[in-house]
């Protein structure tokens, strides 16, 4: 595995490459989520390239960037047991310097869901892929799907601003409990991890009783936020059924392609979640 960190080296190494890429960028903290990403673009694709670098841009002033955890060394080690290619490790400088100006693209997605309560939240998630992309040229790029409307949004600007990579979801993978690995799950107590479980139970209820035929939205919101009360350890920002591909929320009535989304609080960690059902990918249809 090759480390890499300024854009001239990475340069000189992309050009050896031959075959197709995969291309995982990550804020490092990697966990069991972040592999399995690894692993699938390493069993479709010839050559893998990992990312490192926690963008700045992507955090409000009051939110968690300088807490956010950095684990360089356990996360080198766990890339070079999976043999990927290259590892990419930018500097800020590296990647925001004055020759490289940001995209300017917008996308009504921005504002809705974790947009609404995070302002500046994908412009400044964008603004990093984009220029990671036209760094690294993958044919491939792998994104989980726990981070379901950023995976919307990239599709959308991948499409938009026609980069002809292929955007690849990867399903979400959870801790015993059910809750969705995430790099921030670290902040939790073992208690709080245990009563994170709540979450992942509210979306499940909510999925069956959408498959069942409870598609009157009130009502859904009406059982699964008495779900959520349940434990108090839940501090909810908020929880929305969504159209699966635009993200809009249903008024009135849940169609057959949907996406239960939920964001809260345990003490000061954020935690995201969804889950999903897509019509046609039903295999007993």
């Known amino acids: 595995m090759q480390i890499i960190k300024s854009i001239s080296e990475f340069n000189k190494a992309r050009n050896t490459l031959i075959g197709s890429i995969g291309f995982i ?3 490092g903290a990697l966990h069991e989520g972040h592999l399995s990403l690894i692993k699938t673009a390493k069993s479709s694709c010839q050559n ?4 490192i670098f926690v963008n700045p841009k992507q955090f409000a002033p009051n939110e968690d960037f300088n807490s ?4 360089l060394d356990q996360d080198i080690n766990k890339l070079r047991s999976l043999n990927i290619d ?3 490790i930018p500097s800020e400088d590296e990647i925001y310097n004055k020759n490289s100006p940001d995209i300017i693209y917008d996308n009504y997605m921005f504002d809705i869901l974790e947009g609404k309560s995070r302002p500046g939240f994908f412009n400044g998630i964008c603004i990093v892929v984009a220029k990671l992309f036209d760094i690294v040229k993958p044919t491939d790029a792998f994104f989980g799907e726990k981070d379901f409307q ?3 949004i990239i599709e959308k600007m991948s499409s938009d601003l026609n ?10 993978i959870r801790e015993i409990n059910g809750l969705a690995m995430s790099s921030r799950n670290k902040h939790l107590s073992s208690s709080e991890a245990e009563k994170s479980k709540i979450i992942f139970n509210t979306l499940e209820l909510g999925f069956t009783m959408i498959k069942n035929d409870t598609k009157v939205v009130e009502d859904i919101y009406d059982i699964l936020n008495k779900k959520l009360k349940q434990d108090s350890v839940i501090k909810l920002d908020y929880l929305k059924v969504v159209d699966y591909n635009s993200l809009i929320e249903f008024s009135d ?3 057959d392609n949907f996406a239960i989304c939920v964001a809260g609080y345990i003490n000061q960690v954020r935690l995201i979640d969804n889950i999903t059902y897509l019509y046609s990918e039903d295999s007993s249809i």
Do not use: D, E, H
């Open 86 to 88: 290259i590892l990419f």
């Open 25 to 27: 960028p990550t804020m």
């Open 68 to 71: 956010y955890p950095r684990m």
């Open 253 to 255: 009535f849940v169609s």
């Open 163 to 172: 980069y002809n990579i292929n955007i690849i979801p990867c399903k979400i």
């Open 150 to 152: 950023q995976l919307r």
């Open 48 to 51: 893998t390239i990992a990312s």
